[in-house]
């Protein structure tokens, strides 16, 4: 699926959306920031409740084809700006994490 399908299927909030059509494969969930550096992968729809830049710059650093704040939490200013800036597709839901994977793999991520 693509960017733009998971996020319609999901009914996600975009912050900073990508140019949509990037492919999103597999699912990853996790705020430990250098635990998400060394197990999410390439591509991965990235749930997370982190929302300061340094998430924009794992996202970055692990390739994340998206990265979805749960649970309502909104980014801060400057994790918005970044990205943005660096072109990261930044989402959000009001839904928790689990509820979030779940619907990302029944939909077929």
Avoid: Q
């Amino acid at each position: 699926m693509t960017e733009a399908e998971v996020a319609a299927a999901l009914g996600l909030e975009a912050i900073h959306a990508g140019e949509g059509t990037r492919e999103i494969k597999g699912i990853y969930a996790g705020d430990l920031l250098s635990r998400v550096m060394s197990h999410a992968k390439a591509g991965n729809f990235w749930v997370t409740i982190m929302a300061n830049p340094n998430v924009v710059a794992v996202a970055m650093l692990v390739d994340a084809g998206m990265v979805v704040l749960a649970e309502g939490v909104e980014p801060e200013p400057a994790a918005a700006a970044a990205a943005k800036a660096k072109g990261i597709a930044l989402y959000r839901s009001e839904k928790p994490a689990a509820e979030l994977c779940i619907a990302a793999a029944a939909a077929g991520v």
